[in-house]
């Protein structure tokens, strides 16, 4: 379950993005999805080339 409490704030983010850490059972899909945007936008924003999420890996997205 995707809820603010897994949303870290930090100041090295651009404005308009914040770290989410992945919880058990978040997919990229999952994870892009609740913060309107594409896996492949997701997967962009952070480097990401392959289709592997990890527990506990913090990962940029759009503020929502």
Not at 20 to 46: C, P, R
């Amino acid at each position: 379950v995707i809820t603010e409490s897994n949303v870290v704030k930090t100041a090295d983010l651009k404005d308009g993005e914040d770290f989410y850490v992945v919880q058990h059972g978040n997919t990229f899909y999952s994870i892009s999805h609740s913060f309107n945007m594409s896996v492949d936008e997701l997967k962009a924003m952070n480097g990401i080339t392959d289709s592997n999420v990890k527990v506990g890996q913090k990962l940029k997205v759009k503020k929502k």
